[in-house]
């Protein structure tokens, strides 16, 4: 701490790495600066706590003048954390530079907390990967057909296709209007519903990362 103005803005650290003596380098996720890395003297820096850190510079890489812990973090080990690693990285990949998201910060902090209830895991990373693809520009319309312009219907069957969203179908072995209208509502009652968002949200991310890794894509439920 160096004793100057306190820090002020919330910040979570997405990923960090040893740079130079005794100093980091941090991705960080704020809701007003949106994602950037920023250098600072600190101890080792913990993932999925909240904290406020205070930062300076005009280039892409900000100096970390100061920084505090907020609370502990949600996710301490097993699954959950792997989950929360699987977040993270994809915050890392997705993400634009300096891109605020008043809206993103929030669904990723309580994706957090979600993902330290073994019941909510799921459901959680399903919500959190369609709000990322729409902050980023790449959410898919749950209501219309991209080549017909159509209506989704109930009744109706759609293929999906990770470069355009949902089609106009003919088969009765494609997606039923209505599991993808569950989706949309986040309705994970039916059957399908989860392991079927699980599988479009991970088409859309692989098309957008266009060939780009994705370590922790096998990580999760």
């Known amino acids: 701490m160096t004793g100057r103005r306190a820090p002020n803005q ?12 005794a ?13 950037f890395t920023a250098v600072g003297r600190t101890q080792r820096p913990a993932l999925f706590c909240p904290c406020l850190v205070r930062t ?5 890489l900000k100096q970390l003048n100061d920084w505090r812990y907020q609370g502990a973090a949600p996710l301490q080990r097993g699954a959950a954390l792997v989950q ?8 890392v990949r997705l993400v634009p530079r300096f891109q605020a998201d008043e809206g993103l910060f929030g669904v990723y902090a309580s994706t957090l907390l979600l993902l330290a209830r073994p019941a909510q895991q799921a459901p959680a990373l399903r919500y959190f990967e369609r709000k990322l693809l729409e902050a980023t520009g790449f959410g898919l319309d749950y209501r219309q057909t991209m080549d017909t312009g159509e209506w989704i219907e109930p009744n109706g069957f759609y293929r999906f296709d990770p470069a355009r969203g949902f089609c106009l179908g003919s088969r009765a072995d494609e997606l039923p ?11 994970w009652q039916p059957a399908r519903a989860l392991a079927t968002a699980r599988l479009i949200n991970a088409s859309r ?17």
């Open 10 to 21: 919330p910040a979570f650290v997405l990923h960090a790495r040893p740079f130079r003596e």
């Open 23 to 35: 100093h980091w380098l941090l991705e960080l996720l704020t809701p007003d600066l949106g994602r």
């Open 56 to 60: 300076h510079g005009h280039s892409e």
């Open 84 to 91: 929360g690693l699987y977040i993270n990285e994809l915050c």
């Open 177 to 187: 209007g209505s599991l993808i209208q569950a989706i949309a509502d986040n309705n």
């Open 205 to 221: 991310i692989q098309q957008v990362l266009d060939g780009r890794s994705w370590h922790s894509k096998n990580w999760v439920c």
